[in-house]
């Protein structure tokens, strides 16, 4: 496709996963010009590529690939391509370092040097550690294994990037997104992506410990109108800063397998994660006005 220069230019890292391929068709859909980042690197079971979009294949952790990429005067960067999974960070945090950390410093650099506009980072909860819940955005770091590292330091260089050079940079930080693309592949999917594929396959939902933990569950859609509203509406004096982006509501995974199905077996805990994840939302409602839609049992139920 040709770019087209009276178009908004958006750059979408990890385009062809999860949320980032959902996020491409919302930024399409609003008329945005689309400039689709993967190297396919995440073990999903599907990489989604929007026709319609710029469909690069390539690595976001290669200063000189991403500087080339980057010079074709992209206005906004949604910075979602990362190691995005939990466990297998903790399996390998150097790959983790390198996705998440590294490869953000590099995203910012390239985007400080060519100009963007905006650049909107895709965090997660999972900073908030054991913080009391509900979550806010002035609780203290609690970072309790390498992805939560990882992501949270990448926070630091969006905020520094702001501060020394500049550059407008907006942290969204993500609870457990749910919706249309879920990965359902491996151990380590999405939860709800999992009891999905089991339920498929006609095995039992494994439900890790006593299923008393509870999620605070967002949908990918809502997620998707979060970056676009994060990259144009005024940040009233908070350039730089994190902001939650949750369904200030959760559920337990028992409560979730139970709207799945009722053949279940329970599984062992496993270490490095939380206990409870909820939202406090005021401050993304008060600065950018985005609110979610869609709640995760009325969406299961209903699909
Ligand atoms: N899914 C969630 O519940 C959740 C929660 C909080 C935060 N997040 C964050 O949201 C973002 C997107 O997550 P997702 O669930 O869509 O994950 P995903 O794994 O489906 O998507 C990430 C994509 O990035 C690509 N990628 C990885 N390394 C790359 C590299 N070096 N160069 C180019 N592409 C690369 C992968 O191939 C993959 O398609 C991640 O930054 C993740 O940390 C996700």
């Not at 939902?205 to 109108?225: C, E, H, M, P, W």
Request: charged share 20%.
């Amino acid at each position: 496709m040709n770019e087209d220069k009276s178009l908004t230019f958006s750059l979408v890292t990890g385009a062809a996963g999860f949320i980032g391929s959902n996020l491409v068709d919302y930024l399409l859909d609003k008329g945005h010009q689309v400039l689709a980042l993967d190297n396919e690197s995440a073990n999903n079971d599907n990489f989604y590529w929007n026709d319609k979009a710029i469909n690069v294949r390539g690595d976001m952790t290669d200063y000189a690939f991403m500087k080339n990429v980057m010079s074709r005067n992209v206005n906004y960067v949604f910075h979602l391509a990362a190691e995005s999974r939990l466990q297998p960070a903790i399996e390998n945090p150097i790959q983790a370092v390198q996705r998440n950390c590294v490869g953000t410093t590099v995203m910012l650099q390239c985007a400080r040097e060519v100009g963007v506009k905006r650049f909107v980072y895709s965090s997660t909860s999972s900073g908030y550690g054991n913080n009391p819940w509900p979550n806010d955005e002035t609780q203290p770091d609690d970072c309790l294994n390498p992805y939560s590292v990882s992501k949270v330091s990448a926070e630091k260089f969006c905020k520094m990037y702001s501060s020394l050079y500049g550059l407008e940079t907006v942290v969204l930080r993500y609870f457990n997104v749910f919706g249309e693309r879920c990965p359902t592949r491996g151990q380590y999917a999405p939860v709800i992506g999992i009891f999905d594929r089991q339920k498929e396959s006609g095995e039992p939902l494994t439900i890790v410990g006593n299923g008393s933990q509870k999620r605070d569950f967002i949908y990918v859609k809502d997620i998707a109108r979060a970056n676009y509203l994060a990259s144009l509406m005024p940040l009233k004096g908070k350039v730089g800063e994190v902001f939650n982006v949750g369904s200030a509501k959760n559920y337990s995974v028992q409560q979730i397998a139970d709207t799945i199905s009722d053949d279940q077996v329970y599984i062992p805990e496993r270490n490095g994660e939380m206990d409870t994840t909820l939202a406090d939302i005021t401050k993304i409602g008060e600065t950018i006005g985005w609110e979610p839609e869609v709640d995760v049992l009325e969406w299961i139920t209903n699909r």
